[in-house]
C-alpha cells in the first residue's frame, strides 16, 4: 500500500508504470516464499527418513528425496544431511544436494541483484525515481 502511496505522489498521471512494478514485486514475495516452503518440505522429508531409518519402517523413495533438492529443496536438504547425519555416505546425495545448492543459490542471486532491486542506473534512467 505505501508502494502504491508513494509511486502515485511521485508520477501521479502515469500508474502503467507503478502497476508494472507492483506486479514485479508479487512475483518475487511469491518466488522467494514458494522457495522457502520447498526448503521446509524437503528438511521435514529428509529428517522423517531418517527416523524411518532408525525405525526400520518403510523408507522415502530415492527419487523422491533427490526431486526435492533438483526443485528448490537443496538449502533444506543439506541442512537435514549435515544436522541428521542421513544420507551423507550416497554419491548421489553427495552430488545432487550441493549441485543444486549452488545452481538455486546463482538463480535467487541473479533475480534479486538484477530483477528485482534498484540498479543505481534505475535511478537515473527510470522516470519514477526522477
Given at each position: ?32 516464499t514458494a522457495?522457502?516452503?520447498?526448503n521446509v ?90
Amino acid at each position: 500500500m505505501f508502494n502504491t502511496i508513494l509511486l502515485d505522489i511521485v508520477n501521479p498521471v502515469d500508474t502503467s508504470v507503478a502497476d508494472e512494478y507492483l506486479k514485479h514485486e508479487n512475483f518475487f514475495f511469491f518466488f522467494f516464499t514458494a522457495l522457502f516452503f520447498m526448503n521446509v518440505v524437503a528438511f521435514s522429508l529428509y529428517a522423517f527418513d531418517k527416523h524411518l531409518a532408525v525405525c526400520k519402517a518403510t523408507r522415502i523413495p530415492e527419487i523422491v528425496l533427490h526431486l526435492l533438492a533438483i526443485l528448490g529443496g537443496a538449502y533444506g536438504a543439506g541442512m537435514a544431511m549435515l544436522l541428521c547425519r542421513h544420507k551423507t555416505r550416497h554419491l548421489t546425495f553427495q552430488i545432487i544436494v550441493p549441485t543444486f545448492f549452488v545452481i538455486w543459490t546463482a538463480v535467487a542471486f541473479y533475480l534479486y541483484v538484477y530483477e528485482f532491486a534498484p540498479s543505481a542506473w534505475d535511478y537515473y534512467t527510470n522516470p519514477l525515481y526522477q
